[in-house]
């Protein structure tokens, strides 16, 4: 660092912060926005395939009453 | 190959790449940050201003890059209709225009200070601005059919159609005098940067890069995820 | 036979439109289509006053001078072979220095470009000061070489 | 060539029995150009500086009312299959079908403009290469037009998405077309901007018609 | 998995017509085709051969792809899998000259409303190269459909059944040996329907083929069926396939 300072950017910290803190929530929500769509899709994934183990499981049960 | 083929082995490829690629940018991105905030010096005419650079110029790498990925995405659809192929052209498209966007803001955030404006209708940034809409375009193109198929396959078109763009962005600044600056760093006679601030220049972008591959398989796999929902659903309204 | 000819009368025709493109391109890149015009240009298209257009160049070494009331300034615009005086009030951008680039918009009033906007155009070298310090000591620095 | 001029002669014929179609666009054309003096102000300086804009973007936003015509109708009635299963290339038929939308709405719209060009105080020297550049430019938004309206066939809004779609790849034609005006007023010349233009015409003329029978092929895939 | 799928095509194709058929010149065939719509397999491992003078009429339920694999037959949508072919040569190879050799009638008859009959049907001559007199070829289209009186009528004037009669005409104006209909009689009278079988008994007559979609009876007589729903994939497959 030279000039004045981290905080104070050498006079530009009005532009250099808000672009690096642009730049950041950008990730940061490009991130979350995917990790948020695969765990719904996974979700909606998981209550399917219990709807339809539940489905086959009263067939199971029956056979299992008549043996 | 066919449409209804099974992309078990795509899946298994990206998921073995993910660890890789999250690591990569947990690892690169921090440290670019450190070197572009603090491990680099100021420009000698820019001050600190300069360290804007760090983030807006591999922005624009990645905007470019993205579209690059999404309309070689969209060719491999349309050819060999593989299906795979689509998806990864549409998730990639909306990082390509958070890039994009993201590009164009910080670059104005320079520009106030070091040009006196925020915004100027020059060839660069006009043609990033249209790379903008190219890839706003191609989301509602894309969401805008019924039939996935049809949307996918209409958007690999207009990507491939806007690839005209990419060479008229990348070439402005050297067939029109504009107020954007030449290329620094793809030239003819090598960078034109000095080496303690291509470091961080190349730490970010490979950090930016690894970032992008990693959202790009996080997305794909809801995308494949949504994919077998569907067909579930269809399998289990017939059966 | 005669699909494959007219595919290739086809082809070829295609071939000769984006020809003809490629040459239009070059023709039209012969001549300045710009952001901005230079000194000499203006001076020799002979631009009418008072039409806006954009000037770009160099501000030229020793000319800027400040006018009494702090806000006002005159300097003058070269592109080495010719140079035009600009009048701007207002506050120049941080880069704005003598010796630098320069693009203002505005028109020609009297012989003089008032310009209502004066943007800096930097270059593409970008260095720690002392690398600059060191080059100027070398006598290695080409002064301008970025326009 | 007999499928062009058969294919061109249709849409004509087509085009001038829905005449009152044709009427609409080029009202409107006039329509939303007169709008400005409203809304800026009659001010003859301020309305002269802006009047090659005002043309080309209700020139532009003309063409894109216009476009759902070019293949929408077919699509929905079949004829778009029957002249995909011609034996003549799709592109042809698209250069035929976007050369008639050209010629019944490009040039109406450049007959008009130099009355608008008056009426907004357009500089005379301004006239030449606005016409001029319309004439080289119009032809363009038809053929970058056809890639849209293939693009967007058999979506859920149409309309608005040809725009989204069409505008940023016609926006060259409206900087230039524009350029061409300001460069000859203010004394440059506007040689080099009718020169990109006409680059941009060559470009489109094979390219476009391969790219929207692409895009067409794709539609009647899912029709 | 396209190697089965075609071997099951193969498979199916031999018990449901004559094990002497093989894909000899002259003859128009499909194996291993396979068609998705959207995420949706609607059939596959489906072959069929059609020979000059055949009539092939594909049956099944709605939704079952009846529609799909005509079109997929047209060139108008491409097969997800399996390959057709056109005496014995794969169709791919020459788009075009397949182009040449397929009339189409889709479910909607392509008739504008401000184009006259002559001026629809003369379109169509153009496009596909009628013969040596376009003129009378028309007049003769127009003749056998009935229609004969209403030739300078635009499309508007003409009813539901008028308007199917000229998108029949449209086969007989230039003339190709493979004709593809959709629903070729919806709409139409018993004078209407009596024309029909007219015009595609000549058409089989003279070496021509036709396959054609239907849920009704076309009075083709001596058609072959394909059942679609022969081909529509298990419950099973379906949720391996996700």
Redesign the interface.
Known sequence: MTGGGFWTMGGYAAYVWPAYAVTTLALIALLLGALRGLRQAERELATLEGSRARRRAPSASAAGDLA | MHRFANPARFLRIITAILPWSAGASAALLPLGLYFALIGSPPDYQQGDSVRIMYVHVPAAWMALAVYSVMAASGAVALVWRHPVAELVAQAAAPIGAVFTAMCLITGSLWGQPMWGTWWVWDARLTSVLVLLFLYLGYIALVNAFDDPTRGARAGAVLALVGLVNLPIIKFSVDWWNTLHQPASVARLGGPSIDPQMLLPLFTMAGGFAAFFVTVLILRVRAELLRRKLRVLRLAQAQG | MT?KRR?LY?LL???A??A??????L???Q???????SPS?VAA????EA???RL?GLVEPDSVKRQADGVTVEFRVTDTRASLPVRYKG??????REG?GV?AEGMLQGGVFQAS?????????????????ALKASGRWKEGE?K | MSAFVAVLARDLRLGLRHGADLAMVVIFFVLAALLFPFGVGPEANLLARIAAGVVWVTALLAAMLSLDRLFHADYEDGSLDQLALSPAPLAVIVLAKATAHWLTTGLPLIAVAPALGLMLRLDPAGFAPLLLAMLVGTPCLSLFGAIGAALTLGARRGGALVALVVLPLVLPVLIFGVGAVEAEVTGLGAQPHLLVLGALLAAALPLAPLAAALALRQALESA | MAKTDLDRGRHKLNQRSDPRQSFDSGSFAGAGLACVRGDRLLFRGLGFVVKPGDALVLTGPNGSGKSSLLRLMAGLLAPAAGHLTWAGRPVEANREAQRGRVRWLGHLDAVKPTLTVRETLALHGRLHGAGADPAAALDDALGALGIGALADTPGRQLSAGQRRRVALARLLVAPAPLWLLDEPTVGLDDAGFAAFGAVAAAHRAAGGAIVAATHSDLGLGDARRLTLADFAPSAAELEAAA
């Open positions: 699909r595919r086809l025709a295609g071939l439109s984006l003809v493109a490629t040459t239009l391109v023709l039209a890149l001549s300045n289509l710009a952001f901005f015009y240009e298209q002979g631009v009418p039409r806006r257009f770009g506050v120049l951008p941080d880069l704005f630098q693009v906007e004066v943007l800096a155009k930097h270059d593409e070298n970008y260095m720690p000061p002392e690398v600059a310090k970025g």
